[in-house]
């Protein structure tokens, strides 16, 4: 048997963090967003090519609070909703994820005498192992694969870079950042992970709100998962995945709405036994 046992991959159940879709309308803010992914996973059990069908969902309540000028926290708690489709049935998951705790500060914020706005942030993160982990591959209620697990088990690390220009109703940004992942209670870990996001935004303003549509690429990087500091050997593990991203917000004084969608424009996951399909990401957020 060959388990399409993946990594940390591209917001495909554990782990996934995006702290780019969040909105940087203020210093201030409480935000409730759900992200989809959808995934096709196929692998080889006793001569027989398996195939499933994997639906991410991560429902999330994040903040922002900057106590001095120009250093912000923010936390982001995630609920997972997962589900799997095979000829073996269906299998469902619903826990609470690992918390995430990200500080972020801005290095430089200038306007130029043309109308230029330039911004760049540096921050750095922990993500606890609060998330439910553990799987039996023997267990047949259960789906042997570390990826549809609410949590990796494991303390990570996070360093991100975020830079944005405005020049009148046109806004450019860039965001990369990078995850070390830690070892579980299995010895289990998780390739790290580059991450990163480049987006065009145009601002359309009116009396009292504005609209802002948004196209982007997303690029994600994993390296190949490891168990007691060896190289996985028996599973396809490891990957990339660009995505071109479509997204929508409308904002207001205190309140924003948002969509954003992704769809893969090339990939190689897991040695390809993993294929991306399309997603979203949907949030809401209150500017204090």
């Not at 540096?122 to 949590?151: P, Y």
């Not at 996985?232 to 969608?261: C, M």
Request: charged share 15%.
């Amino acid at each position: 048997m060959v388990n399409a046992n993946a990594c940390d991959i591209c917001g495909c159940g554990v782990g996934n963090f995006n702290p780019y879709l969040f909105p940087h309308l203020a210093n201030n803010w409480f935000s409730v967003s759900w992200q989809h992914r959808f995934y096709r996973t196929h692998f080889l059990e006793n001569g027989e090519m398996m195939n499933n069908s994997e639906y991410y969902n991560s429902f999330s309540i994040a903040g922002q609070y900057s106590p001095v000028k120009g250093l912000q926290l923010m936390a982001v708690v995630p609920f997972a909703v997962n589900a799997q489709y095979g000829l073996e049935g269906s299998k469902h998951l619903s826990k609470i994820g690992d918390v995430f705790l990200m500080a972020n500060y801005k290095v430089l914020s200038m306007r130029s005498s043309n109308g230029m706005k330039h911004d760049l942030l540096l921050g750095a993160g922990i993500k606890f192992a609060t998330g439910d982990h553990g799987f039996n591959e023997n267990d047949e209620g259960n789906v042997a694969n570390s990826n549809f697990q609410a949590g990796t088990g494991s303390t990570d690390y996070l360093v991100s870079a975020y830079y944005s220009l405005k020049v009148r109703q046109f806004a450019f940004s860039s965001g990369i950042n990078y995850k070390f992942n830690g070892t579980n209670k299995e010895g289990y870990s998780f390739g790290n992970r580059l991450q990163s996001l480049t987006q065009v935004k145009y601002i359309k303003a009116f009396s009292h709100f504005s609209v802002v549509p948004s196209v982007g690429i997303q690029t994600e990087k994993m390296n190949e998962d490891k168990r007691s500091g060896i190289k996985v050997e028996d599973q396809h593990t490891g990957g990339f995945n660009t995505q071109a991203l479509l997204g929508l917000d409308i904002n207001q004084r205190k309140w924003a709405v948002g969509f954003n969608y992704s769809t893969s424009l090339q990939q190689n996951l897991a040695s390809r036994a993993i294929n991306a399909r399309g997603g979203f990401n949907v949030h809401i957020s209150y500017s204090l």
